[in-house]
């Protein structure tokens, strides 16, 4: 496998303006070592990354300016340039982080200087008047309080300008908003920037509440407070602005809330203004002049639900729910809130909108759950199962299991499995079995049909709650009913997801009950013994889907397991074979060996006897039998393993033999797909546990025992001549497949498990481990006979995987350095190219092309023209920097060029002569095939092409107007003018 490719760090270099580093130049030293040159000499990068390298140094100084006595004034100059760097950069530059790091690093002494520095700046930049640069200044302020400490006493000491800012800047992006209506990019753009707005209003108020509360307490009709109102004001308008992304809105429903909660007093009596609020029960009487004139618009009982549902996420988010503080007002609000989500969900339909409702509810069984540690008894009875609402919630969650939407189903899990958590909490003390909410639960959910996608995660959730017994003892073959459901591949994951859930559950408590008592016989008798009976007689795709999804979860969970089905399979195979429709005991036993050892819970020792269990001779069974599956998982037996640097026993090999013997001829193409790709896998594992072999050989040790119940030490040397014989014979026997005759399925699949060989087998570069094996020692004149054979066969993909296996053969084992036999095959291939028969065309394209890709092509073409009739005569003057593909392409082309240009004139004479004797269609065919050897876009001989080109085009014109009579555009296939004869 070869190394990700390591990804290029770019970063953007900051550069300023000659007027500010004026200054900064009068205080460099001679030898350019002092802050100032440093500093100086980092602006004069280019690079990035070389800039923070730089600064990292002056970080260096920055922190022992104490030690050493450097001028005031070059002080002050250096912190204004880092100041000015500071704020040029943009947000999402690794240098901001670099640049804050080095102003927190200033020695005490200059703190002072520095935030008066930074304060200066800031200032400059709130009182811009470009709105364009305001996305800028908002991204500031918001570094400005992420982990940088000199940033944040900065944005402390100037809060109230801060927020004047941010009071000024959200009405203007709305009003830009709306006048932009229509233009879908600049919107986004700007509701972006709206949203970052938001952000920074409440980060501002979150980092700074000491400094908030205590102006609030010393003024409190202080600008700050009137900046506030008019903060909440905005959010409120934004809120119901329904022109806005939802996630704009949404998070000003969070700033909204944030708001109230830092203004509003007491706080004992928050929730209830809060709850008024989303209950739409707002009495002006008793709630705050202020309130009412911010927060007006959202008081009326006709405000949309959509302000609602993101109130209450707001509630949920920004309220403090943990130990109790709110006290009984925030229980009933906690209740409220379920109460308003729920009425929600039933009016909000549409995708988006109903996946943040299930969201925000599973927010709120999370808050449920955490307020229950603290709470009164009150709210615990009014969180049991049992009250009405966690009744209407449960109703919510079996009406949503189902949704159309991933995210929905999701969060509807998760809603159900905190439910359960919830109630356990609100009775916590009574026994989980005598409790009559999960016996009456379990009733439900076992009573619904199977093929209910929600009951499998509903009660994987249960089981975690309850405990497996409990859902058992109401019904014992549950295990073998949702065996039978995953006939249905849409079922299966969410079936195996159960089981496994439950056959964890059912082992740990047996573990844990048992009381040192044997338990394992139970636990099979429960879950693998009706696993072996479907796999035996079960239908060919329900054995398929359990094999895939559940066998390798039962295995990971008690691998011990395998003995057991080993040996229940073992004592039927030999009665109960299966047939073309069963696997059987035979095939049953064949699929769990196999998926055992490719998941590693199996290793097979030299003699490939697993514990004297498996013999060769029940796998050979396997090999051959008749079902098709089983013959694969046969063959995976033998060529799949967990560890890819596993050595290929010599008993191994041995049934690879046996079964290409009789496997090649399988007329269904799924199962030569996977013959061929278990053999790839295999041939990888000779290979790479050869180079481990070359190693162990190198380094004269004795590779260690593969299995603990029978030590064999392999001896490298011999490994890596049992791999190399083995090559040689299968190679010899894949080629013996394709003689004159056999079938497409056998010379399909022969062909495509030799070009896996060569893929894989390709020769060693230098410097590395000597490979075990090449295809060429394999390859012997007859095979090279047999392959060019094989273009004769009428299927385009067996001519195509016998060229691309001739390609990938070297040149000396191919046999074409005579030119008797180069020239016969010219002469075989241009003669096919002018045949009758329609395939031959085909055939000799496949054959020139093979050609072109052989050196001397370009003279053999010469050598074999002397003795025709056609003059070809070609002069390249720019042979020598061309690939010597291109030239024979080049001269392949000219030579069909110069033939079909006869054939043309003697066309014209007798169109009917000449479809009898020499269709020209081949000659086309073929000349299209050899224009796709070479990149037309990557020539070196560039002036030869442009004339060949010419002659092309003009000769298929001149071929067009020759068969007019008979071609026609609306005829593809060819149409007599005689037969459009009506009379």
């Not at 407070?225 to 329904?242: A, E, P, Q, R, Y």
């Not at 809105?249 to 700033?255: C, I, V």
């Not at 439900?444 to 975690?464: F, I, R, T």
């Amino acid at each position: 496998m070869g190394l990700k490719k390591k990804k290029e760090i770019r970063v953007d270099s900051v550069a300023l303006e000659e007027p500010k580093l004026e200054k900064l130049k009068s205080f460099v030293d001679e030898e350019g070592q002092n802050l100032a040159s440093l500093l100086l000499r980092s602006l004069q990068l280019t690079d990035g990354v070389q800039q923070i390298h730089c600064i990292k140094q002056i970080v260096l100084l920055l922190e022992e300016l104490n030690k050493s006595p450097m001028c005031p004034d070059m002080i002050h100059s250096c912190l204004e340039v880092l100041v000015v760097m500071y704020f040029s950069v943009d947000s999402k530059n690794p240098l901001k982080k670099v640049l804050s790091s080095s102003l927190d690093s200033i020695h005490h002494i200059f703190k002072a200087e520095a935030v008066h520095s930074y304060t200066s700046y800031l200032q400059e930049e709130l009182n811009r008047a470009d709105h364009f640069l305001y996305r800028k200044v908002m991204d500031n302020l918001s570094s400005s309080m992420e982990n940088f400490t000199l940033g944040i006493t900065c944005v402390t000491d100037m809060f109230l300008e801060v927020l004047q800012f941010l009071h000024n800047v959200l009405p203007m992006l709305q009003d830009q908003n709306r006048q932009l209506i229509g233009n879908r990019i600049a919107q986004t753009q700007l509701m972006h920037d709206l949203l970052t707005a938001v952000k920074v209003s409440m980060i501002l108020v979150q980092r700074v509440p000491d400094k908030f509360q205590q102006l609030l307490r010393n003024e409190p009709s202080s600008p700050v407070w009137k900046t506030m109102c008019g903060l909440l004001n905005c959010f409120t308008s934004i809120l119901t602005d329904v022109e806005l992304l939802q996630n704009v809105q949404s998070t000003t429903g969070l700033a909204v809330i944030l708001y109230l909660k830092m203004m509003f007093e007491p706080v004992e009596k928050l929730p209830l203004l809060i709850g008024s609020l989303l209950l739409r029960s707002v009495e002006n009487a008793t709630i705050p002049g202020w309130f009412l004139n911010s927060c007006g618009s959202v008081c009326k009982e006709d405000s949309p639900d959509l302000v609602l549902l993101f109130l209450c996420q707001g509630s949920l988010a920004m309220l403090e729910w943990t130990h109790g503080i709110m006290g009984r007002n925030g229980e009933k609000l906690l209740l409220d809130i379920l109460m308003v989500l729920l009425s929600l969900s039933s009016r909000l339909k549409e995708p988006s909108v109903a996946m943040l409702v299930s969201r925000i509810l599973a927010m709120w069984t999370s808050t449920a759950l955490d307020v229950l540690n603290v709470c009164s008894e009150d709210l615990q009875c009014s969180l049991n199962g049992n009250a009405d609402a966690l009744g209407t919630l449960l109703e919510y969650v079996y009406t949503h299991w189902e949704h159309p939407l991933d995210a929905v189903r999701h969060q509807t899990k998760l809603i159900f499995k905190n439910l359960l958590q919830i109630h356990m909490a609100a009775v916590n003390g009574l026994e989980v079995k005598l409790d009559p909410f999960f016996a009456r639960l379990t009733k439900s959910l076992l009573s619904l049909e199977w093929h209910s996608k929600g009951k499998y995660a509903s009660l994987a959730c249960l089981v975690e709650c309850v405990g497996v017994e409990s859902i058992l003892t109401v019904d014992r073959t549950i295990p073998a009913q949702i065996l039978d459901v995953m006939e249905e591949q849409s079922f299966a994951p969410y079936a195996s997801n159960l089981l496994e859930a439950m056959f964890v559950n059912h082992k740990n408590y047996l573990t844990i009950t048992s009381q040192g008592k044997p338990w394992i016989a139970h636990w099979h008798d429960t879950w693998v013994a009706p696993l072996l009976v479907i796999l035996c007689e079960g239908k060919s795709l329900q054995t398929t889907y359990i094999i895939d999804y559940y066998l390798p979860k039962l295995l990971k969970c008690s691998p011990e397991s395998l003995s057991y089905m080993v040996t229940i399979l073992n004592t039927s195979a030999a009665t109960n074979v299966g047939s073309t429709n069963s696997r059987g005991a035979l095939g049953a036993l064949m699929a769990c060996l196999r998926t055992a050892r490719a998941h590693g819970h199996l290793q097979f020792t030299d003699n490939f006897m697993w514990n004297e269990q498996v013999s060769t001779g029940l796998i050979q069974q396997g090999l051959v039998h008749r079902h098709d599956q089983v013959r694969i998982d046969a063959l995976g037996l033998l060529c799949e393993s967990h560890r890819t640097t596993e050595i290929v026993s010599v008993e191994e090999m041995k049934m690879i033999h046996f079964f290409i013997m009789y496997n090649l001829n399988s007329q269904s193409p799924s199962v030569r797909q996977q013959i061929c790709c278990l053999m790839k896998k295999l041939f990888c594992r000779i290979q790479e546990s050869s180079q481990v072999l070359y190693k162990m050989e190198q380094s004269k040790n004795k590779l260690q025992p593969i299995s603990d119940a029978e030590t064999v030490n392999w001896n490298p040397s011999m490994a890596l001549k049992y791999y190399k014989e083995f090559m040689i014979s299968l190679s010899d026997r894949l080629f013996e497949a394709l003689f004159p005759g056999s079938s497409h399925p056998t010379r399909f699949s022969a062909l495509t498990i030799l070009e896996s060989i060569a893929e894989i087998f390709s020769p060693s570069e230098a410097g590395c481990s000597p490979a075990v094996f090449e295809l060429a020692q394999a390859v012997a004149d007859k095979h090279v006979q047999a392959l060019i054979q094989c273009f004769t066969n009428s299927f385009e993909e067996v001519k195509h995987l016998a060229f691309d296996l001739l390609r990938k053969l070297p040149a000396k084992v191919l046999g074409l350095q005579a030119p008797e036999m180069f020239q016969a095959l010219l002469q075989a291939a241009m003669d096919l190219s002018t045949s009758t028969k329609h395939f031959d065309c085909v055939t000799a394209s496949y054959m020139l092309n093979f050609l072109i890709h052989q050196e001397g092509m370009a003279s053999n073409i010469s050598a074999w023209l002397l003795g025709q009739q056609v003059s070809f005569s070609v002069q390249m003057n720019e042979q020598e920097s061309a690939d010597f593909v291109e030239i024979n392409t080049l001269a392949v082309i000219r030579c069909l060029l110069a033939h079909l240009e006869h054939e043309i004139l003697l066309s014209e004479k007798s169109l009917l002569q000449a479809a009898a004797l020499f269709p020209m269609y081949g000659r086309v065919h073929c000349i299209n095939g050899a224009l796709q050897q070479v990149s037309l876009k990557n020539l070196s001989m560039v002036s030869e092409w442009r004339k060949t080109v010419a002659n092309l085009i003009l000769m298929s014109y001149r071929l067009s107007a020759v068969v007019s009579p008979v071609v026609h555009s609306s005829s593809p296939e060819g149409l007599i003018p005689m037969d459009t004869d009506t009379a």
